[in-house]
């Protein structure tokens, strides 16, 4: 690679790293959509700038396109994700950024969505534009991996959360274990609900600390994430704050199974909670049809917060996406209760195995985040 070459690349780089830290300032804010950033630069300076705000407003590019005006004309577009093709709520961002004249576009990744993927990059070659992609790619696919698994599975994204001990325990063999880490890995778990559009609980977490499963620490979401309760004998209190208070201002969603007591759902369904019933799946609520009614419900995204038998069958079924472990320094015992239930795992061939992403401090805990889903 030439001097010329490699200089490029780092300009590029350079401006794809502002592009995607614009497009995090809308996080809680734009599902359906993914998150988009956009950077007009004329020279060496940004003539304008952009990302999408919320579901049916503007693209990006197209915020972008507007505070740089006439100045747009001959100037480079750097944008996280490829620029729609196709008229959906808004009109597509490929014809605005022709008639605008940008003479070259870099982009991040191609939009798995395949009434997008590479047409948006065709569309502005064919019309003379030059076009780089794969820029920072990792980081743009980071992004938008809601809509990668929307996409390509038709189905929300499952990420799993999990505070546990140096042992691998998740709470003390008898008592609350509300605190088993500290304040900032509390608040982190607050940031990560803010980015989904439902939480996930088994029955056991609600009857052990009684949560709210809402946002209360940093900025305010669109909207409070939906509580999802999976109670296959719908045993959730009416005195519970998901019931009594609704927390996130949502009515909460129990899924239950069809053999459920119906004086319990019938009770439930009249205190304002939305009852689901579906088949079982060995004795536990089938989770192909529980995804199935919040994909329904227009549920994009799900961070799973417990517990051991929850976290287990969703792992045993495959459809976990991120992991996040938040891990405390200390030693709760083999009394104390596991992290999972048994996964019918014999030998290291049948391990589910995953790619880190991250690992550092967060205050006197640590954070280890990876994968289980391949991605652009």
């Known amino acids: 690679m030439g001097t010329h070459d490699m200089r490029q690349e780092t300009i590029d780089t350079f401006w794809m790293k502002r592009a995607a830290a614009l497009a995090r300032k809308a996080e809680g804010w734009t599902s359906p959509n993914p998150l988009v950033g956009a950077i007009i630069v004329r020279g060496a300076k940004s003539v304008g700038h952009g990302y999408h705000a919320k579901a049916g407003l503007p693209h ?13 004309r001959g100037a480079v577009m750097y944008v996280t994700l490829e620029p729609c093709s196709h008229l959906g709520r808004t009109p597509p961002c490929v014809r605005a950024i022709i008639e605008a004249g940008i003479r070259r576009v870099v982009g991040g990744i191609v939009d798995p969505n395949p009434e997008v993927h590479g047409k948006g990059f065709a569309a502005l070659r064919a019309a003379g534009i030059e076009v780089t992609t794969g820029v920072l790619a990792g980081t743009c696919g980071e992004l938008i991996l809601p809509h990668f698994v929307n996409s390509t599975k038709k189905r929300p994204l499952v990420h799993l959360k999990l505070a546990l001990s140096a042992d691998g325990r998740i709470a003390p063999a008898s008592g609350p274990a509300r605190w088993l880490t500290g304040l900032p890995a509390r608040r982190f778990g607050h940031r990560l609900r803010r980015r989904y559009d439902a939480v996930l609980v088994g029955i056991g977490t609600v009857l052990k600390d009684d949560p709210g499963l809402d946002v209360r620490f940093g900025k305010t979401p669109a909207s409070q994430p ?9 045993r959730l209190p009416l005195s519970s704050k998901l019931v009594r208070q609704k927390p996130s201002g949502r009515d909460t969603v129990l899924i239950c199974l069809e053999n459920a007591p119906h004086r319990r759902t019938g009770a439930l369904s009249r205190a304002g909670v939305d009852v689901y019933t579906v088949a079982t799946d060995d004795s536990h609520v089938s989770l192909g049809e529980t995804l199935a009614i919040l994909w329904g419900r227009g549920v994009r995204s799900i961070l799973i917060e417990g517990g051991a038998t929850v976290a287990a069958s969703f792992l045993k079924a495959g459809l976990v996406d991120r992991v996040s472990l938040i891990v405390s320094p200390m030693f709760l015992g083999e009394k104390a209760v596991p992290l999972l239930k048994d996964l019918g795992i ?12 991250a690992y550092r401090r967060i205050g006197k805990d640590m954070l280890l985040e990876f994968e289980l889903v391949e991605r652009v």
Do not use: C, F, H, Y
């Open 226 to 234: 939906l509580p999802v309760i999976l109670d296959s004998q719908a």
């Open 346 to 357: 014999g030998t290291l061939a049948e391990a589910i195995r995953g790619r880190w992403l």
């Open 60 to 72: 990006a590019e197209r915020n972008a396109l507007e505070k740089a005006g006439n100045a747009a």
